[in-house]
C-alpha cells in the first residue's frame, strides 16, 4: 500500500501517509483514502515518506479540496521535505493549504 | 601442621618434639626467641609453641614481632611458662593466643593445639572468602563501568538544545530506568520519547540502549510516531524478559510548535497547559511497550492542535509516586499544584516541590516540558551558501546521458525510475530532488501525452474528467504500436551548477498556450507553468518537436 489513510478514534481527525510516488498513477487510491471518511473532518496529508511529486498530484490535492467543501475544508499538508515545499510554493499552494 | 617449638632447655624441647611428631604433626625447633623469629619467617609454621623465658630475646618479644609482621593473618601462639604469676599469665594473653602452664601436660597441650587448628582453620577459610569477594567487587566495578560508558555513549547523541523542549532525567542510583530522549528534525520539527522502565538500576537501564539506537535511527528517517512505537514494542518484545516492560510516550511536534502528534503507553496522565491551568490531561490510551505482539499491538496515535500560550508536561511516574516520610504522595494533585503556582519553568518548580516533598530520592524521575511558544530552527539555507563553491574544486566532470523509450517501456509503470535513480546519486541533485524530478516529470508526461499519444487535458475540465483522462491514456499506451520519447540529461561542470534536460519526442508536438500560473482551483494546466516558473531556460521548438530546459542547482 502506497497509500493509507486512519481516521482517529472519533473520526475527527484522518492522516492520510503517501509513500513513494505521488502521482497520476495513485489517482484513485487517493480518492478513496478521503471519500470515505467524514467530511467535516480535520484532514493530514503526511509526505515525509514521499519520495517525488508531479503537477497531478497538486491537480489531485485541488480535488481532494474541492470534495471536502472547499474554502471550509481543513486539510493540512505535513513533513514536506524542502524540494516538496518548493514546489508547493512555486503553485502557491500555501494560500489554499497549510504546509509545514 | 607444622609446629615451630622455641625452648632453651634441652630436655623439654627433644620432649615436645617427639610427643608432637607421634600425633603426626612437622616440627622445627629454635633455641630462643631470636632464633624463633628467623625460623618463623624460612618456615612460616601453622602454630608457634613458645617458651616465655629464654636467652637473647624472650618469647615475649619474639611473639610480639611475629604478629607485628604479620598483620590480618592468625598465626596462633601458645606460651609455655612456668610463672603461676596471674599477672604475667594474663600479660601473655596480650600478645599470644594461649598459655599452658609447665610441667607440660600432653593430653592438654594435644586438646589446646586441636581447637587451635579448628579457629586457624577458620580463619583461613574466612581469608579466602574475602579474598574471592574482594576479586569479585572489583569485577563488578569494572563491568559497571564499562555498561555505564556503553550507555552514556548510546545516549551521547541526545540534542539538548532544541529551541521550547527541556528535558530532565535523575537517576535514583547508578544507573537510570528513566529514559528521555529528544531528535530534532531538519525542518525546525522535533521527536521525543519519555519513558520508564519496569525496576531501577542497571537490570531496567540495559533496555535503553536497543531504545536509543531505534528511536535514533527511525527519528533520523523521519518515521511517523505510529511506525516508531510498533517497531521500539517489537524490539523490546523480543529483548525483555516476560516479567519487564516499558512505560513510555512518544511524540512529534512540528516547527510551528501547532500540531502534535503522540502516543502514550502506560505513563501517567500529561498535561496541556494554557498560562497557570491545565486545560485537559492527556490519558495513557496503550498498554506499555514491550507487552503486546505485533499483531495486538495498537500503534493509534492522538493529534492535538496547539496554540503559541500552550505548554506540555510529560513525566514518569517518579514524580507522582515520590512519598514523603509519612508515606504521603506527592500524586498528580502535587504536580497540578505545581503547574497553578509555578513562574517561570514549570520544569525547575516541579524538581524543587518533589525534592522539598522528600529529598532522599526512592525512584528515577523524568519529566519533559514543551513550551510552544519557541518555535523550532528549520536547518536554513545558510548551510547551503557554503556549499555552493566546492563543488569547482573538486572538480566534478559534466555529465550527459540519454535515455530513449520505445513502446514497450514506455507501457511500464514507472518509466521515469531509472531516471530519478540515477540523478538522485549525483550530490548537486540530491539537495531539491523533487523540484527536479518534477521538472522532468512534466516534461516526459508532455511528450508522452500531446505528443506520442496525441492526447488533450480538455476533458480534465469536465465532470470526473480527471480520471476519465488517465484511463484514456492508460488504454491509448496499451495499444500504442510506435512512437518514442527521448531525453537527454546534462549536468555542467561550471558554476553555476545547471542542469539541461531536453525532451523530444515522435509526435505533433503541441506549443502550450499560457505559460503563466494562475491562481486557479482547476485541477490542470498547473504542470508546464510550473516548469516555467522554476527553470532558468524553458523553450518550446515545435518544428522539431523538441524541449529544452535549464534548471539552477544550488539555488
Redesign the interface.
Known amino acids: 500500500m502506497t497509500i493509507e489513510s486512519r481516521a482517529s478514534s472519533d473520526g475527527r481527525k484522518v492522516t492520510i501517509d503517501i509513500r513513494g510516488r505521488f502521482d497520476f498513477s495513485q489517482i484513485s487510491q487517493f480518492r478513496s483514502s478521503y471519500e470515505s471518511k467524514n467530511k467535516d473532518a480535520e484532514f493530514v496529508v503526511d509526505l515525509r515518506q514521499t519520495e517525488h511529486i508531479d503537477s497531478s498530484a497538486l491537480g489531485m490535492l485541488l480535488n481532494m479540496r474541492t470534495f471536502l467543501g472547499g474554502d471550509t475544508a481543513q486539510i493540512s499538508i505535513v513533513n514536506c521535505s524542502p524540494g516538496i515545499k518548493k514546489i508547493f510554493e512555486i503553485s502557491r499552494f500555501d494560500k489554499k493549504f497549510s504546509i509545514s | 601442621m607444622e609446629i615451630l617449638i622455641a625452648e632453651d632447655e634441652e630436655f623439654c624441647r627433644q620432649l615436645l618434639v617427639m610427643e608432637l611428631e607421634d600425633f603426626g604433626h612437622v616440627c622445627h625447633v629454635a633455641e630462643n626467641g631470636a632464633q624463633a623469629l628467623e625460623i618463623w619467617r624460612d618456615t612460616k609454621p601453622d602454630l608457634i609453641l613458645m617458651d616465655m623465658l629464654m636467652p637473647v630475646m624472650d618469647g615475649y618479644t619474639a611473639a610480639r614481632a611475629i604478629k607485628e609482621e604479620q598483620p590480618g593473618e592468625h598465626v596462633p601462639i601458645i606460651f609455655l611458662t612456668a610463672l603461676s604469676d596471674e599477672e604475667e599469665l594474663v600479660q601473655s594473653l596480650e600478645v599470644g593466643d594461649d598459655f599452658l602452664v609447665k610441667p607440660i601436660n600432653f593430653n592438654i597441650l594435644r586438646a589446646k593445639i586441636q581447637a587451635h587448628e579448628r579457629t586457624l582453620n577458620l580463619n583461613r577459610q574466612v581469608l579466602m572468602q574475602n579474598k574471592e569477594l574482594e576479586y569479585f567487587r572489583s569485577r563488578v566495578h569494572s563491568e559497571y563501568d564499562m555498561t555505564r560508558h556503553l550507555m552514556e555513549a548510546a545516549q551521547k547523541a541526545n540534542a539538548t538544545d532544541v529551541p521550547g523542549i527541556d528535558m530532565h532525567c535523575t537517576a535514583a542510583s547508578f544507573f537510570s530506568g528513566d529514559l528521555v530522549l529528544l531528535q530534532d528534525k531538519w ?1 525546525g ?1 522535533a521527536y521525543f520519547l519519555i519513558g520508564d522502565f519496569t525496576g531501577h538500576g542497571l537490570t531496567a537501564s540495559i533496555g535503553s540502549i536497543p531504545v536509543t539506537q531505534a528511536f535514533r535511527t527511525m527519528s533520523r528517517r ?3 510516531v505510529g511506525e516508531i512505537v510498533r517497531e521500539l514494542n517489537q524490539i523490546l518484545k523480543r529483548f525483555l524478559p516476560g516479567s519487564m516492560f516499558f512505560c513510555a510516550t512518544v511524540g512529534e511536534i ?3 510548535r501547532n ?1 502534535i502528534e503522540i502516543w502514550c503507553g502506560g505513563l501517567p496522565d500529561a498535561f496541556l497547559i494554557e498560562g497557570n491551568e491545565v486545560r485537559r490531561s492527556i490519558k495513557s490510551t496503550h498498554m506499555p511497550l514491550g507487552i503486546m505482539g505485533d499483531d495486538e499491538f495498537e500503534a ?1 496515535t ?2 492535538l492542535s496547539l496554540n503559541g500560550d500552550n505548554r506540555l508536561l510529560f513525566y514518569t511516574d517518579g514524580v507522582t509516586e515520590c512519598s514523603n516520610a509519612d508515606g504521603e504522595m506527592f500524586g498528580e494533585e502535587g504536580v497540578i499544584s505545581v503547574v497553578q503556582h509555578s513562574q517561570g519553568r514549570i520544569l525547575d518548580a516541579m524538581l524543587q516541590a518533589v525534592y522539598e516533598f522528600n529529598s532522599d530520592l526512592q525512584d528515577d524521575l523524568s519529566l519533559i516540558e514543551i513550551t510552544c511558544m519557541e518555535k523550532g530552527i528549520a536547518a536554513d539555507d545558510g548551510e547551503e551558501v557554503d556549499n555552493i563553491n566546492p563543488l569547482v574544486d573538486i572538480g566534478l566532470p559534466s555529465v550527459s546521458l540519454e535515455f530513449s523509450w520505445w513502446p514497450t517501456q514506455l507501457r511500464t ?2 518509466p521515469l525510475m531509472i531516471v ?1 535513480q540515477w540523478l538522485s546519486q549525483h550530490m548537486a541533485i540530491r ?8 521538472v522532468i ?2 516534461l516526459f ?1 508532455n511528450a508522452v501525452d500531446h505528443g506520442v499519444l496525441n492526447l488533450f487535458s480538455d476533458v ?1 475540465s469536465e465532470e470526473g474528467g ?2 476519465k483522462y ?1 484511463k484514456n491514456r492508460q488504454r491509448l499506451l496499451q495499444d500504442l504500436k510506435d512512437g518514442w520519447v527521448r531525453m537527454e540529461l546534462t549536468i555542467s561542470s561550471q558554476l553555476p551548477m545547471s542542469l539541461c534536460v531536453e525532451v523530444s519526442d515522435s509526435g505533433q508536438g503541441i506549443s502550450p498556450l499560457n505559460l503563466d ?1 494562475e ?1 486557479s ?4 494546466g ?2 508546464l507553468p ?1 516548469v516555467k ?2 527553470c532558468r531556460e524553458l523553450k518550446f521548438n515545435t518544428g522539431d518537436h523538441h524541449v529544452r530546459a535549464v534548471i539552477d542547482l544550488n539555488s
Do not use: T
Open positions: 525542518d520539527g523521519n518515521l511517523s512540528n516547527q510551528a500540531r493509534d492522538e493529534i509503470s514507472d530519478r539537495p531539491e530532488k523533487e523540484v527536479v524530478f518534477m516529470a512534466e508526461n480534465k480527471f480520471e488517465y500560473l491562481d482551483d482547476d485541477a490542470f498547473r504542470g510550473m516558473a522554476i
